[in-house]
T-cell receptor, first 112, second 114 residues
Framework: SQTIHQWPATLVQPVGSPLSLECTVE??????LYWYRQAAGRGLQLLFY??????ISSEVPQNLSASRPQDRQFILSSKKLLLSDSGFYLC???????????FGQGTRLTVV | AQSVSQHNHHVILSEAASLELGCNYS??????LFWYVQYPGQHLQLLLK??????LVKGIKGFEAEFIKSKFSFNLRKPSVQWSDTAEYFC????????????FGTGTRLKVLA
């Protein structure tokens, strides 16, 4: 069966420090991968999506970037965190048949 | 641009009341439509989905949704809610024409009073 792993679950980082959140999927190949930020009253804001290795589409201009170095690995990064980067980040995958999305456990990021 | 609107941000109902949550999407092509639910402290999970065929789809736990193409709507309904339906509900859309953007609405927080 397919599973998705996202870590860490919580993270506290100082302003100006780098960020790396990792997401891996098991049990499937060539998934579409997504990074979302969830905020109260704003739903799930799509940040990045990827349809293949090295293929990244950015939805919102911001201080973050994403990479997909392997088929089932999706990384969310920042060189210098801002206070406004605090939030709850979710990774998700779905098959390339545009069907159900499956979510990781999420990462609560607090920038201090 | 592809977008999803959920009109109700907070809904409070008593048990046994009927529920309808609105969802409208904006996209010129063909889409697949979804409702997800997030119970307190849990992951998002799929409630129901529409790909094609009968526009009235039934999901888990007695939920159903109706796709009205002319109105670009996919409203969620349940005839009689229970306290355990307290959760946040998200409508989502993905185009079938290859843009691969899985877009979610802002969510509706439902609280059911026992």
């Amino acid at each position: 069966s397919q599973t998705i792993h996202q870590w860490p679950a919580t993270l506290v980082q100082p302003v100006g420090s780098p960020l790396s959140l990792e997401c891996t999927v098991e049990g499937t190949s060539n998934p579409n991968l997504y990074w979302y930020r969830q905020a109260a009253g704003r739903g799930l804001q799509l940040l990045f999506y990827s349809v293949g290795i090295g293929q990244i589409s950015s939805e919102v201009p911001q201080n973050l970037s994403a990479s997909r170095p392997q088929d089932r690995q999706f990384i969310l990064s920042s060189k210098k965190l801002l206070l406004s980067d605090s939030g709850f980040y979710l990774c998700a995958w779905e098959t390339q048949r545009n069907t159900e999305a499956f979510f990781g456990q999420g990462t609560r990021l607090t920038v201090v | 641009a592809q977008s999803v609107s959920q009109h109700n941000h907070h809904v409070i109902l008593s048990e046994a009341a009927s529920l309808e949550l609105g969802c409208n999407y904006s996209y010129g092509g063909t889409v697949n439509l979804f409702w997800y639910v997030q119970y307190p402290g849990q992951h998002l999970q799929l409630l129901l989905k529409y790909f094609s065929g009968d526009p009235l789809v039934k999901g888990i736990k007695g939920f159903e949704a109706e796709f009205i193409k002319s109105k670009f709507s996919f409203n969620l309904r349940k005839p009689s809610v229970q306290w355990s339906d307290t959760a946040e509900y998200f409508c989502a859309v993905i185009s079938t024409s290859g843009t691969y953007k899985y877009i979610f609405g802002t969510g509706t927080r439902l609280k059911v009073l026992a």
